[in-house]
């Protein structure tokens, strides 16, 4: 059971600072004030479920949707190389870019489609469109006086078995 913001729904969500000692106190038993980052409302909730421990989580902002990474952009140190060593997943937050090794399996698959929903002003801040088909490139075909057809080099291969 992922959290939410109870007023938009949203899973964009920080760390509050505590108002009094209580909440303070209750945060020691993951149960922690929240602020959500899309409507800034500020909520008390469970940050860790039970039925939730099972799976791999973002150690910094606790997150079920990872990707995994390779190694070949990236090379681990520390722990988390230790941990990859000794066969851990190896795990890629996308929302905070981090990328750490746990011993449990994903909950979710992170995908950019339902970032991009959730996220319509970074996408439009970055000038990112969503992929689409890519249009048929535009080949121009050369005929010789004698009627016969000349391709020029830069055109792939494939297109040039159809226009033969």
């Not at 980052?37 to 997150?63: G, M, N």
Request: charged share 30%.
């Amino acid at each position: 059971m992922p959290l939410d913001c109870p007023k938009c729904g949203s899973r964009n969500l920080r760390p509050a600072t505590p108002a009094d000692k209580s909440e303070e106190i209750r945060s020691y038993f993951f149960i922690a004030p929240l602020r959500c980052k899309d409507c800034k409302t500020r909520f008390v909730s469970r940050t860790i479920f039970p039925e939730d421990l099972r799976w791999a989580r973002c150690p910094e902002c606790d997150r079920f949707d990872l990707n995994g990474w390779t190694g070949k952009t990236y090379t681990p140190t520390g722990w988390t190389w230790l941990k990859a060593y000794f066969g851990a997943y190896k795990w890629r937050c996308e929302y905070c870019r981090l990328n750490f090794a746990s011993f449990r399996k994903r909950k979710e698959a992170f995908t950019f489609s339902r970032w991009k929903k959730k996220n319509p002003d970074a996408v439009a801040e970055a000038g990112a469109e969503v992929p689409g088909p890519r249009p048929a490139p535009k080949v121009a075909i050369l005929r010789r006086p004698d009627g016969e057809v000349e391709i020029p080099d830069h055109v792939p291969p494939p297109v040039r078995k159809l226009q033969q």
